[in-house]
């Protein structure tokens, strides 16, 4: 049975990932300034949170965060690969990219995935999982650890736009957020009640989009290159989103769609991407135009509701198929 608490982090997964999907659907820059400074930080803060420290070995543990996060990965990766490079044969008689790229960015080999840019993430949460893993193993030098990433993540922070094997320059970032999130529920800080009230959240809003539009210079954040801006200020933003995000979420509370959708966010995050191939040729098979990089707030609106009523309908139709088959299973 899922707890209380599990509900609001379905809920507050399901509302990040329809962030993540508007923010990528032709988004204006303000659209993205305010979404990209806290978005991804807010998954691997969350991930952190829902850690439980229990006694498995190293060998179990790797194989059951292979399972989750590297099988998705190569999964989604074939399915893009075939996709696009069969529509782009179809359309031109050649591959999306040339066979050795095909090859690097498929295995994540030169700090690329390719088309689906969004897969990045699994690979490097799995490596952030595992190292928190081994940190928390250890009895003793756990504060020199700390201090290692937040010498490296300054290091990658200044080489912007920085990509490197298997993503590892975002690797000590991300393990931090993680860090935070795990913290966070270790000492309970989402549970002070002064935070929730509503003038409190209203003027952490404010705070928030101070730093990332003005002190951050509206850095359009980008978080797998290191594209963040000041290093310091951009954490301090992001944490402040992540905690003004998460109490609201609290807040909503157990919610029956949000609460799917974040459920099912791996799969949304996996997938999106194609209703870009979908909208891009669509737009052209209507005006003969190509479709514009950057659209009015309504517009991408609209187009991330409808890619998630799409998501919704399938949803629950496996839902209803799943459960048929249990009764009959019975």
């Given at each position: 049975m899922v707890t209380k608490r599990m509900d609001w982090i379905d809920t507050a997964k399901g509302i990040g990932i329809f962030l993540v999907v508007w923010g990528h659907f032709y988004a204006s820059d303000t659209l993205k300034i305010a979404i990209y400074g806290f978005h991804m930080p807010l998954f691997l803060f969350l991930s952190g949170y829902l850690y439980k420290q229990k006694d498995i070995r190293f060998l179990a543990f790797l194989r059951k965060k292979s399972k989750h996060l590297l099988v998705p990965f190569f999964l989604?990766?074939?399915?893009?690969?075939?996709?696009?490079?069969?529509?782009?044969?179809?359309?031109?008689?050649?591959?999306?990219?040339?066979?050795?790229?095909?090859?690097?960015?498929?295995?994540?080999?030169?700090?690329?995935?390719?088309?689906n840019t969004p897969l990045w993430f699994l690979v490097v949460l799995f490596f952030v999982e595992i190292l928190f893993y081994l940190f928390m193993q250890m009895r003793k030098g756990k504060l020199i650890v700390i201090i290692l990433f937040c010498a490296l993540a300054i290091m990658f922070s200044e080489q912007e736009g920085m990509r490197i094997f298997l993503g590892f320059q975002i690797v000590p970032l991300s393990w931090l957020f993680y860090y935070f999130?795990?913290?966070?529920?270790?000492?309970?800080?989402?549970?002070?009640?002064?935070?929730?009230?509503?003038?409190?959240?209203?003027?952490?809003?404010?705070?928030?989009?101070?730093?990332?539009?003005?002190?951050?210079?509206?850095?359009?954040?980008?978080?797998?290159?290191?594209?963040?801006g000041n290093l310091l200020i951009f954490m301090v933003g992001a944490l402040l989103g992540i905690y003004t995000f998460c109490i609201l979420c609290q807040k909503i509370g157990k919610s029956a769609l949000w609460g799917n959708f974040g459920r099912h966010s791996m799969i949304i995050m996996g997938t999106h991407y194609f209703f870009l191939i979908f909208y891009a040729n669509t737009w052209r098979l209507i005006t003969h135009e190509t479709i514009q990089q950057v659209y009015p707030v309504w517009t991408?609106?609209?187009?991330?509701?409808?890619?998630?009523?799409?998501?919704?309908?399938?949803?629950?139709?496996?839902?209803?198929?799943?459960?048929?088959n249990g009764s009959f299973l019975k």
């Amino acid at each position: 049975m899922v707890t209380k608490r599990m509900d609001w982090i379905d809920t507050a997964k399901g509302i990040g990932i329809f962030l993540v999907v508007w923010g990528h659907f032709y988004a204006s820059d303000t659209l993205k300034i305010a979404i990209y400074g806290f978005h991804m930080p807010l998954f691997l803060f969350l991930s952190g949170y829902l850690y439980k420290q229990k006694d498995i070995r190293f060998l179990a543990f790797l194989r059951k965060k292979s399972k989750h996060l590297l099988v998705p990965f190569f999964l989604f990766q074939t399915v893009t690969f075939l996709v696009v490079n069969g529509l782009s044969f179809l359309a031109s008689h050649k591959l999306y990219e040339s066979p050795t790229a095909l090859w690097k960015h498929f295995f994540y080999l030169d700090g690329d995935v390719g088309f689906n840019t969004p897969l990045w993430f699994l690979v490097v949460l799995f490596f952030v999982e595992i190292l928190f893993y081994l940190f928390m193993q250890m009895r003793k030098g756990k504060l020199i650890v700390i201090i290692l990433f937040c010498a490296l993540a300054i290091m990658f922070s200044e080489q912007e736009g920085m990509r490197i094997f298997l993503g590892f320059q975002i690797v000590p970032l991300s393990w931090l957020f993680y860090y935070f999130g795990f913290k966070c529920k270790v000492w309970g800080l989402l549970a002070h009640k002064r935070w929730h009230n509503w003038y409190v959240l209203l003027g952490m809003s404010l705070i928030y989009l101070l730093i990332v539009f003005y002190l951050n210079n509206a850095q359009i954040v980008g978080f797998r290159s290191n594209n963040i801006g000041n290093l310091l200020i951009f954490m301090v933003g992001a944490l402040l989103g992540i905690y003004t995000f998460c109490i609201l979420c609290q807040k909503i509370g157990k919610s029956a769609l949000w609460g799917n959708f974040g459920r099912h966010s791996m799969i949304i995050m996996g997938t999106h991407y194609f209703f870009l191939i979908f909208y891009a040729n669509t737009w052209r098979l209507i005006t003969h135009e190509t479709i514009q990089q950057v659209y009015p707030v309504w517009t991408s609106l609209l187009l991330s509701v409808f890619a998630f009523c799409v998501y919704f309908i399938c949803f629950r139709w496996l839902e209803v198929r799943h459960r048929k088959n249990g009764s009959f299973l019975k």
